[in-house]
T-cell receptor
């Protein structure tokens, strides 16, 4: 079954700790994305990667870091420098769909709570 | 400037009625794609429908149709025969260009649809 997995679904951390969110895909897509979503809001782009070993900052990259050592994996680290890390995080890939060119496919998301 | 505008923060519709969710967009590209996603309370993003800028006919997918008015830069989603399971957040999104990835997939702020029994 092709898809995107994000684990865990819920994550709790103490303030001041770094935390890494996992994103794995077996869709063979080159491009991968991380979005942040706050309650009642839309999606904001944190980082994206077009190919292995390359990634670019999105609109709200401060306090986050990523790596792209292999095509299937794009982990996101929320560092202690991120002032308001509590949010819902969505990972996505982009590839050609059945009928159309280049739609985004989403993972189930990780809900991070920092106290 | 906002690239995607959804002016309805919340909408109510009676079960079995049709509802239109508004979306306007702003781009100078000739080639672009417009998407609608549904996000239920579980948080997953579900792709609903796509319209390419060169498509002459409005897209349809089951109960979903996209009312595409290129000159007005609008891409409204029409849901026919609403069901209780349609209650969710709905996001309009745009991809500019044809085959470059990157930071050119933008989302609107969303509309929360509530279907009343």
């Amino acid at each position: 079954d092709g898809g995107i997995t994000q684990s865990p679904k819920y994550l709790f951390r103490k303030e001041g700790q770094n935390v890494t969110l996992s994103c794995e895909q077996n869709l063979n897509h080159d491009a991968m994305y991380w979005y942040r979503q706050d309650p009642g809001q839309g999606l904001r782009l944190i980082y994206y990667s077009q190919i292995v070993n390359d990634f670019q900052k999105g609109d709200i990259a401060e306090g986050y870091s990523v790596s792209r050592e292999k095509k299937e994996s794009f982990p996101l680290t929320v560092t202690s420098a991120q002032k308001n890390p509590t949010a819902f995080y969505l990972c996505a890939t982009m590839g050609a769909g059945e009928k159309l060119a280049y739609e985004q496919y989403f993972g189930p998301g990780t809900r991070l709570t920092v106290t | 400037a906002q690239k995607i505008t959804q002016t309805q923060p919340g909408m109510f519709v009676q079960e079995k009625e049709a509802v239109t969710l508004d979306c306007t967009y702003d781009t100078s590209d000739q080639s672009y794609g417009l998407f609608w996603y549904k996000q239920p309370s579980s948080g997953e993003m579900i792709f609903l429908i796509y319209q390419g800028s060169y498509d002459e006919q409005n897209a349809t997918e089951g109960r979903y149709s996209l009312n595409f008015q290129k000159a007005r830069k609008s891409a409204n989603l029409v849901i026919s025969a609403s069901q209780l399971g349609d209650s969710a957040m709905y996001f309009c999104a745009m991809r500019e260009g044809v085959d470059n990835y990157g930071q050119n997939f933008v989302f609107g702020p969303g509309t929360r649809l509530s279907v009343l029994p």
